[in-house]
């Protein structure tokens, strides 16, 4: 069965009732008892989704059908989770509080695939559900996603939209919308970084997921075949007593078909083992990062040299000043004390001459 694309609605936007309990969605006798109005397309009260547009399909699946393959512990989702390479996958029942708020947790370690980055990290899901319209007409998850284990993990978040809206009794749209949501403030080179590899790991689990998807309708698609198929050759098999020949030759045909038919499943069995990992991808511009911070951290250590050795230039020259200064001062203080050798050498040659005068103006005397 061929999915088909489907483009925003252009019809107004139906207020959402009361939230309807999980599991209360309406019987097949109760949907194919309504109306052709209530038949129509129902469209997403939402007024606005964070982020950019990941999924926009419709699926030949019920709301039902897909609420229990994706946010029930289904056989499909564990293979889907399977093909995401997650592991350890808990998800609490659902409960509600007193506000009539539906929400679960759910946690899982999702593998990563980086050089420079651990092997895992832990990745925790807040989960609230509400449904709008009527009968069953569709519901909305938002999905706040946390990881752990991986760097800059605590300064943002994931938020996922999801809108499940009912077509027709046998076709519903899904809807997701997604975006980061930042605690801090950011460095402008690792923001990029963050957004580049988060977007893609975002389009690389919805493209597992519009694929496995795709896989469980065709799948579905092929069962009803398969067991009509199987009620003919018990048919056959039943009138071989009549005509063995025309049973032989039913039996060979039949066993054809459904040769063919295994063939097809195991075809589809290869393209949902396909692995597709999403992890975020930070080991490239970690590397980036340590480079530019070395970098800085070199270039911070010349200039810090450079400064100290021209701070210690005029330091040196004030020291060689003031040794001048002091030899100076020095030589002058040598020069005033020969001096003043000097005047005492002739103070006392002076005072030796007064004397010896005096000496012989006595003895003149005495004569």
């Known amino acids: 069965m061929k999915i088909k694309n489907r483009s925003e609605p252009s019809t107004p936007i139906a207020a959402p009732s009361v939230s309807r309990p999980i599991g209360e969605f309406p019987s097949i006798a109760e949907a194919s008892s309504q109306s052709s109005l209530e038949q129509e397309d129902v469209n997403c009260p939402c007024d606005s989704h964070t982020g950019k547009l990941l999924l926009d399909n419709v699926y030949p699946l019920s709301v039902e059908e897909i609420y229990n393959l994706l946010f029930t512990d289904s056989p499909w989702f564990k293979k889907f989770n399977d093909v995401l ?71 943002f978040t ?65 069962r009803p075949e398969n067991q009509l198929i199987m009620d003919r ?19 060979r045909t039949q066993s054809r078909l459904l040769i063919g038919r295994r063939d097809t499943g195991a075809h589809i069995s290869s393209i949902s083992a396909t692995t597709i990992t999403s992890p975020t991808d930070y080991g490239f511009y970690i590397r980036i990062i340590i480079c530019l911070l070395t970098g800085l951290v ?52 002076l005072a030796n001459e007064l004397q010896k005068l005096k000496q012989q103006i006595s003895y003149k005397q005495d004569l």
């Open 85 to 155: 390479k997650n592991s350890g996958y808990v998800a609490s029942a659902w409960t509600t509080d007193k506000d009539g708020v539906r929400s679960r947790t759910c946690t899982y370690t999702m593998a990563l695939n980086h050089a420079m980055a651990p092997k895992s990290c832990v990745v925790t899901e807040k989960q609230v559900i509400s449904h709008f319209g009527r009968n069953g007409d569709g519901f909305i998850v938002n999905k706040e996603t946390q990881n752990s284990g991986i760097p800059y993990a605590n300064d």
């Open 158 to 222: 994931i938020q996922c939209t999801y809108c499940i809206s009912k077509i027709s009794d046998n076709e519903a749209r899904i809807k997701v919308h997604g975006g980061i949501i930042y605690k801090k403030s950011i460095w402008s080179v690792v923001r990029g970084y963050i957004e580049k590899s988060t977007y893609q790991g975002l389009d690389d689990h919805y493209n597992a997921l519009e694929k496995t998807l795709r896989v469980e309708c065709q799948t579905k698609a092929l």
């Open 233 to 251: 050759f018990d048919e056959d098999s039943l009138s071989s007593v009549e005509d063995p020949v025309t049973n032989v030759q039913s039996i």
């Open 298 to 349: 070199l270039l911070n250590t010349l200039l810090l040299f450079r400064l100290k050795a021209l701070e210690m230039q005029p330091r040196y020259g004030e020291a060689i000043a003031e040794l001048q200064k002091k030899v100076l001062e020095n030589h002058k203080v040598n020069d005033q004390t020969t001096t003043l050798e000097n005047l005492l050498d002739t103070v006392n040659q």
